[in-house]
């Protein structure tokens, strides 16, 4: 059985900005503060637990209504172009729209730094270990030998002495059947079995 089609019809989605049918402006743009608007809220490096801030509530959104107060948590991971998420140490949260003046971070920071220790705890997650002292700038050097397994006489896996053990393991053996042929074990095997057993 075929369905019929939906055929409300639909508001323009890129038309003349209006307020909608009910007199409200539209929900998908709500008044940006002049921070956002020019795309220089705080970053992540600069908000930390302890910064002083100033937040935008959920509440104050409409108006840009700002609040001051000093970081005890963040609620947001990296950047956010709207303004970090942070919870003060007041319990009020929202998203920071500039920093504060530090006289009063640091005031304020001395009296509650256990609650900061907690949320510290990831405010430095991605670093780049290169920077770190105890990492070397360059691998350590390498040759081939490294890669190779250990031996028990190192003389004969470089080529040195080979020549020594080799002669003192080669042992002349005669041909069993026509005592004319003489040679190491191999050579003797093949020369029975092309000469003899043919």
């Known amino acids: 059985m075929n369905r019929p089609r939906n055929r409300q019809p639909r508001p323009p989605r890129h038309g003349p900005k209006s307020n909608g049918p009910s007199g409200n402006p539209p929900r ?7 921070q956002q608007a020019t795309g220089t809220v705080p970053t992540s490096l600069q908000v930390v637990a302890g910064a002083s801030v ?6 104050d959104q409409p108006t840009g209504k700002e609040t001051a107060g000093v970081v005890a948590e963040l609620l947001t991971q990296g950047n956010h172009p709207r303004g970090i998420k942070v919870r003060l140490q007041s319990g009020q949260a929202g998203r920071v729209q500039r920093m504060g003046n530090d006289s009063a971070a640091r005031m304020t920071g001395t009296e ?3 609650k900061s220790s907690r949320s510290s705890r990831f405010s430095h997650r991605y670093t780049d270990v290169r ?11 390498r040759s081939l030998a ?3 397994p250990p031996s028990h006489d190192e003389g004969t896996i470089l080529g040195i002495g080979a020549g020594v053990s080799a002669a003192v393991a080669y042992v002349a053996v005669p041909c069993p059947f026509c005592d004319f042929f003489e040679g190491d074990e191999a050579a003797v095997t093949y020369h029975i ?3 003899h057993l043919t």
């Open 112 to 114: 509650a730094p256990n």
């Open 131 to 141: 920077s770190d002292l105890d990492h070397p700038s360059e691998p350590p050097a």
């Open 193 to 195: 079995e092309r000469e």
């Open 146 to 148: 490294d890669f190779l």
């Open 28 to 34: 998908g743009s709500p008044a940006a503060t002049p």
């Open 54 to 59: 100033f937040i935008v509530l959920k509440e």
